[in-house]
């Protein structure tokens, strides 16, 4: 049976008390046994979780990371620090990074080559703002992110290739992508995934999922998870939202 990609991205909404209860809260949920739960918390807090995740299978990314391992780079965190405190995963390329702090897709191929090197695994986020699917650029765009972060890679045996589809425009809002059109989306970015790579991505959906939707995404034939901002940084609606799928 195929995996089932839960990850919740905690965004910088949790001060440390309230990670840690909320960790303590994700740890009691019984989540269906495909699944695969990675938590994106604030880095400050991901020490403090590691004793609570350590008995469970859930385990922990960085939101963001620097290609760089050390160096004179202010205010920046490298993977390989967080690789350090066991974080196994990392967004790279996420839409507020994005969109929010200006990165570019070549920032994004510094960072998935710095995070492979290191054995960790990235998730590659990507995705269309409001006024590109306006101007009919969606496919322009997606294809243009993913060949940039691919360019020069060979992807390493034995690490997943996970890309998270984000529609910008649905992030935050409420106004979710519809699930024929992220399928529709997600088998595209398959395909180029297949053309640059030469390798079989596992795809999630991103961008307003709730306990009303996640069903519908999972469901389609290139949709293997999600990837929950809002709707993660909260017991009830996450819990909610994992009884869909039991
Ligand atoms: P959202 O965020 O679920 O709050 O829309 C998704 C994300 O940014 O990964």
């Known amino acids: 049976m195929k995996k089932l990609y839960l990850f919740a991205n905690w965004k910088m909404y949790l001060d440390a008390a309230e990670s840690e209860k909320l ?7 019984s989540y269906p046994k495909r699944s695969k739960v990675v938590v994106f918390p604030s880095a400050l807090v991901i020490e403090e979780l590691v004793p609570i995740f350590k008995k469970t299978k859930i ?21 390989a620090m967080y690789r350090d405190v066991g974080c196994s995963y990392a967004l790279v390329g996420h839409a507020e990074r994005r969109h929010k702090f200006h990165e570019s897709d070549e920032d994004t191929r510094l960072k998935m080559e710095a995070i492979l090197k290191l054995k960790m695994t990235p998730v590659l986020c990507v995705g269309e703002t409001e006024e590109e699917r306006k101007n009919n650029k969606t ?15 060979v992807w390493p045996k034995g690490i997943e290739l996970l890309i998270a589809y984000e529609p ?24 180029w995934t297949r053309k640059f790579l030469g390798v079989e991505p596992a795809i999630l959906y991103g961008g307003s999922v709730a306990a009303e939707n996640i069903s519908d995404y999972v469901s389609q034939s290139h949709i293997q998870g999600v990837l929950v ?16 799928l039991s």
Do not use: H, M
């Open 139 to 153: 496919e322009e765009v997606l294809e243009r992110q993913l060949s940039v972060a691919y360019r020069g890679l």
């Open 23 to 29: 960790a303590r809260e994700f740890e009691e949920i």
């Open 168 to 191: 910008v425009w649905a992030i935050g809002t409420g106004e979710s992508c519809s699930p024929t059109e992220a399928e529709r989306v997600c088998s595209l970015v398959s395909g």
């Open 229 to 244: 901002g809002g709707a993660s940084a909260k017991k009830a609606s996450w819990v909610s939202l994992i009884k869909k």
């Open 59 to 79: 385990s922990f990314g960085a939101q963001n990371t620097y290609w760089a391992d050390k160096g004179a780079y202010s205010g920046e965190i490298s993977a």
